[in-house]
């Protein structure tokens, strides 16, 4: 009985003694004068000992340390830095990302045009005058090539560029081989719509126009996928400025100022719910930003393998060389077939009278290329790198929206266990801390938020996430869906319909139905009587020697 007359009367002592701490800090207001200066507002605000708080809007009423003056002051201040760290996770975020999309493009880029001049050097070398009165060409071919990596189909139909690559290569190639003959543009046309059924390249067109549209499709889209993240962040970013949202901030980062305990954290469950309220549009985010960032994901392991842009565009000019070596290899089929299906040309006049000239030594063969040193990697990377870099930022960045209030919520700004603010003084905080989204805010104890009222950006972002996850899928399997009109024209798919030249008619398409030779095409050959052979052999020799007097002229003279 005496032991607990004892403790009752510690007890009592002890409650005297707070509340005789609380209330001399309440008749002394200097430590909220000091705090309220370092804010940067005027420290004569703030009463010399604490007032009658009645007027007060927010904060708990009784005697304070805070005017209804200061109350609306740092009420705009509580917002300002509620706002502060969520926007330093988001101006994180959009940097990492910003600078991520400018690697991978400037790679992409840098790829492209140490293609291009990889292919003239290699060109000049092996093949001399001939592709440098072609170059414009090849030019084209890269021009359009980057074209379609900046816009997409918008700019370049992908399988008509490629089409039209090759029949222009064949016209130039077969006039080169047929000097002999003289050939109109309307039997040029018969010829261009023909170079499927001819496979004068052998595979090689049709295997580079699968990687070509793979690489391309894979590389443009993930690079949109990296643009879109900054600009989502810093669209969505900004939080709630709404007048139930300041009130809460007020309520919980300088209420304690009012009441004389300025170094007083509020309680972390708190501290969530009044994120959980202010951030609730944000959250709504969080499933199409993470289907987004899989799909992200899905495409970079692509990119990693099948997709691989460096690994199609660093060697293209070998795959475009070994294109020009089948066609001089299976010339002499493709020109039988070619005067079959379109008819036998005229000789050429100018060819006649320069066959009484001299062998030059100039046989016109097109040289194998072996492969030096090749250009300096792009952007002094590799694809792979880039790649592995990303791929753990992405990843990283998942349910960045749904974690921000743990994220806010943490460290120095909240106080653990029971010493901390739970909106009305310093003790647990006891209400039930709420779920992320706006629908889970209808009980929020700390905020009041509209649920019936989406924020509207906030939707239009997650359309504009969803349909880039619907792009990213696509270009997962190759497919670009990114513009209405991609299906539109297939380029090539038309070639071998007919032929409306008066050069041929439709019963010589019968000789361009031969199927494809699944073999090797540089071995493939065409039996002929061999004084036919021979006739022709001599033919191109003789065609090849005047071409080679035609270039020299110009010096000889």
Known sequence: MKTLLVLCVVCTLVVFSVSGTAEQKLKNCNEVRVAYSSKGFNM????????????????????????????????????TEIKAPVSKLSTNLQSTFKQRHDHFDKFFRELLKNAEVSLNNMFVRTYGMMYVQNAELFKNFFEALTRYYVSGSAAVNL?????????????????????????????????????????????????????????????????????????VVNRVSTVSASPSCVRAAMKMLYCPYCSGQVALKPCQNYCLNVLRGCLANQADLDTEWNNFLDAMLSLAERLEGPFNFESVMDPIDVKISEAIMNMQEN???????????????????AFRSARSLKETGFTGRFRPYSPDARPTTAAGTSLDRLTNDVKKKLKHAKKFWSTLPETVCAGERIA????????????????????????????????????????????????????MTS???????????????????SGGEESGSGCDSPSCDTDRDIYFSTPPNTGNPRVNQVVVRPSAAVASQGSMALALCGLALALLAPHLR
């Open 44 to 79: 004569n605000d703030v009463p010399n000992k604490g007032v009658n708080g009645a007027p007060l809007k927010v904060c708990p009423q009784g005697f304070s340390c805070c005017t209804v003056e200061m109350e609306e002051k740092l009420s705009q201040q509580s917002h």
């Open 331 to 349: 010339s002499m089929q493709v020109s039988q077939k070619v005067f079959q299906g379109c008819g036998q040309p005229k000789p050429s006049m």
């Open 416 to 467: 653990p266990g029971d010493e901390c603010w739970n909106g009305t003084a310093k003790s647990r905080y006891e209400s039930v801390v709420m779920g992320n989204g706006l629908a889970n805010q209808v009980s929020n104890p700390d905020v009041e938020v509209d649920i019936t009222k989406p924020d509207i950006v906030i939707r239009s972002q997650i359309a504009a996430l969803k349909e």
């Open 471 to 489: 792009w990213l899928k696509a270009a997962h399997s190759g497919n670009d869906i990114s513009i209405d009109n991609d299906e539109d024209g």
């Open 159 to 231: 399988d008509s560029m490629l089409s039209d690559f090759w029949a222009d290569l064949l016209e130039r190639m077969f006039r080169l081989v047929n000097v002999q003959y003289e050939f109109s543009d309307a039997y040029m046309e018969c010829v261009s719509r023909h170079t499927d059924q001819l496979q004068p390249f052998g595979d090689v067109p049709r295997k580079l126009r699968i990687q070509l549209t793979r690489a391309f499709v894979a590389a443009r889209t993930f690079v949109r996928g990296l643009a879109l993240m900054p600009d």
